[in-house]
């Protein structure tokens, strides 16, 4: 027999929600219930937004006769939408199974309850209304926001230490699903960016590139090939990726989960969310205490990535990213400027962000390869000059101001 679990109105009103989210809840029903093998009923569905290529949902579980939570998350990727089909289903189907199947205290994502390939579905853990870490860049606590970036290291360490070696078992997983792309949906990109940058630098800027730095470049692309330092990755892990809970930062969204050189999401602690535009600058010492935090989760797991080891590393990542979104930004700028890019309140022009990366990654390559680190400071002016930026700066995230 059901057992009722919540009050309410047993039916989704679609005139409250919309067809698609009612929709989605109703699928969700029919997938649930084939799972345990008995009718689950849901209501009172909140839309949470989504995407364009997937509308989420958190639902009530309002009659059930299992032991169930009291709310869950529905996410149903749309049909003949660009990025929903098969592919991305699988990453993230793929990425939270291997999350249920962590203790406890590794668990970094939200926990998989039913899965339908069919219908493109999947129903997660509801991790509840806790704060992202966007929220708290753009909050007025300074000290809150420097503890959920702090926490934020600290889970992405975790995160790369609890999945080192299980590279296996997510192939299996993400292919039996449905994948059969590139085992990491950016290397595509990246290579491309060696390639096209050059000519874009020349075309756009002015900027000759010599062939020492492209050469440097094309050597940091080791880190898209097999390395002994690999993890999974969400790849995307912007800060309204990242909840801040009282069991530390989680993470969500795994579209393009894969498993990658981890130096590859390390760089983004010191080159805040480098693959975002809606980025603003870190106060002074916060990325070295970030990659401090983070390290010290990895180190069991790789003892040798000590800084000599490590920082190298985390420049070749840094170089890579500042060449992709450059190619981004230059390929189409007239597009790329209005991509959405706001999610923080206030968001500094793109091709700002861009001059910051230029800047840092000069200042990170004086020390080993002036060369390398001329052509940045060039491009950087070029890119002032170009988009009128004058002397302006990257302004700090909010919270810090």
């Not at 849901?42 to 309002?62: H, I, T, Y």
């Not at 390559?365 to 890119?383: F, Q, Y």
């Amino acid at each position: 027999m059901s057992v009722e679990i919540t009050m309410g109105p047993p039916d989704v009103d679609d005139d409250a929600v919309g067809p698609e989210v009612a929709a989605t809840v109703k699928a969700a029903e029919g997938v649930l219930s084939r799972r345990f093998g008995a009718p689950v009923r849901l209501a009172e569905p909140e839309d949470l937004g989504g995407s364009a290529r997937s509308v989420v949902a958190r639902v009530k579980v309002a009659a059930t006769p299992f032991s169930l939570p009291r709310t869950l998350v529905v996410k149903h990727y749309r049909d003949g939408v660009v990025g929903g089909g098969a592919e991305t289903f699988a990453r993230e189907t793929a990425s939270c199974q291997l999350f249920t199947a962590f203790a406890l205290q590794e668990r970094v994502g939200p926990e998989l309850v039913a899965h339908d390939a069919g219908e493109r579905l999947l129903v997660m853990e509801d991790l509840g209304r806790a704060p992202t870490l966007a929220d708290k860049l753009i909050g007025d606590d300074a000290r809150s926001a420097e503890r959920s970036l702090l926490g934020w290291a600290r889970s992405l360490g975790r995160l790369h230490a609890s999945t080192a070696g299980r590279e296996p078992d997510f192939d299996a997983l993400s292919r039996r699903l449905g994948r059969d792309g590139e085992p990491d949906p950016t290397i595509r990109r990246a290579r491309a960016a060696l390639v096209e940058l050059p000519g874009l630098l020349a075309e756009r800027l002015d900027v000759a590139t010599p062939e020492p730095v492209a050469e440097r470049a094309r050597r940091a692309a080791k880190l898209l090939r097999g390395t002994r330092y690999r993890a999974f990755s969400p790849s995307d892990v912007c800060p309204d990726n990242n909840l801040v809970t009282s069991r530390g930062v989680r993470f969500l969204d795994f579209e393009w989960g894969c498993f990658r050189d981890i130096a590859l999401d390390a760089a983004h602690l010191r080159v805040p969310f480098p693959s975002r535009w809606c980025v603003f600058a870190l106060p002074p010492g916060m990325a070295e205490a970030m990659v401090a935090a983070w390290q010290a989760e990895v180190r069991p797991v790789w003892p040798d990535l000590t800084d000599e080891v490590l920082l190298p590393r985390l420049l070749d990542a840094q170089m890579l990213w500042v060449w992709v979104s450059t190619c981004w930004l230059l390929a189409d700028e007239a597009s790329r400027q209005r991509l959405p890019g706001a999610e923080m309140a206030d968001a500094p022009r793109q091709p700002l962000a861009l001059v910051d990366r230029w800047e840092s990654l000069a200042a990170q390559l004086a020390p080993v390869c002036a060369g390398s680190a001329e052509h940045a400071r060039t491009v950087a002016a070029r890119l002032r000059h170009r988009f009128d930026l004058g002397d302006e700066r990257l302004p700090l995230f909010p919270a810090f101001r």
